[in-house]
């Protein structure tokens, strides 16, 4: 079955500091989404992309679909303490039912 | 508008038991996900539902697993007998199922199996 990898697995940043981290797929997607996790919570929709090279901006947080279409990165300007959780990638396919598949995801820690 | 609903938040059963979990997804929201998720890992898809009608159970344990969407709208998740390797979180998603609309979650529910 199709595979996502995040990397890194997890990272301690000093608040403020600039957050980079990325997705890699075995599979094209048309459409990659990026989610953070709160303990005890479901995931919530951070940014959503549609096209292969967009570059997607919401507050602080800005996310890239890969050229290639097996990729994303998502970037976190100026970390704050409540950036704290678990970010997924996932990627969809395109046609049929549109299957949405999950990264392994990646645990960020701000230290104030 | 109201998010997707799931009950209970927390479950403890002994294994072999029985279980069943329930979704009420945002209204209007034609297709339906579950989702598992074991500590430490990312989701993995169960089941989708697209109204009543089921599009992808492939990677549903069916001896064990199985889900129901009766009317297209709520749904019941159920595992019988339990195992161990089943305690995890069992997201709920819903989406509208049109081109590309994103997935969103419900809280989920804690299943612990002793």
């Known amino acids: 079955g199709q595979q996502l990898n995040q990397s890194p697995q997890s990272m301690f940043i000093q608040e403020g500091e600039d957050v980079s981290m990325n997705c890699t797929s075995s599979?094209?997607?048309?459409?990659w989404l990026w989610y953070k996790q709160d303990p005890g919570e479901g995931p919530v929709l951070l940014i959503a992309l549609y096209k292969a090279g967009e570059l997607t901006s919401n507050g602080r947080l800005t996310a890239q679909f890969g050229i290639t279409r097996k990729d994303s990165f998502l970037n976190i300007s100026a970390s704050i303490p409540s950036d704290v959780g678990i970010y997924f990638c996932a990627g969809r396919n395109s046609g049929g039912y549109q299957k949405v598949t999950f990264g392994t995801g990646t645990k960020l820690q701000v230290i104030p | 508008e109201a998010g997707v609903a799931q009950s209970p938040r927390y479950k403890i059963i002994e294994k072999r038991q029985s279980v069943a979990f329930w979704c009420n997804p945002i209204?209007?929201?034609?297709?339906l996900y579950w989702y598992q998720q074991i500590l430490g890992q990312g989701p993995k898809l169960l089941i989708q539902f697209q109204n009543n009608g089921v599009v992808d159970d492939s990677q549903l344990p069916k001896d064990r697993f199985s889900a129901e969407r009766l009317k297209g709208v709520d749904s019941t998740l159920k595992i019988q007998p339990a195992k161990l390797e089943d305690s995890a979180v069992y997201l709920c998603?819903?989406?509208?199922?049109?081109?590309?609309?994103?997935?969103?979650f419900g809280n989920g529910t804690r299943l612990t199996v002793t």
């Open positions: 599979s094209i997607f048309n459409t």
């Open positions: 998603a819903s989406s509208l199922g049109v081109d590309y609309s994103p997935l969103h």
């Open positions: 209204s209007g929201h034609a297709t």
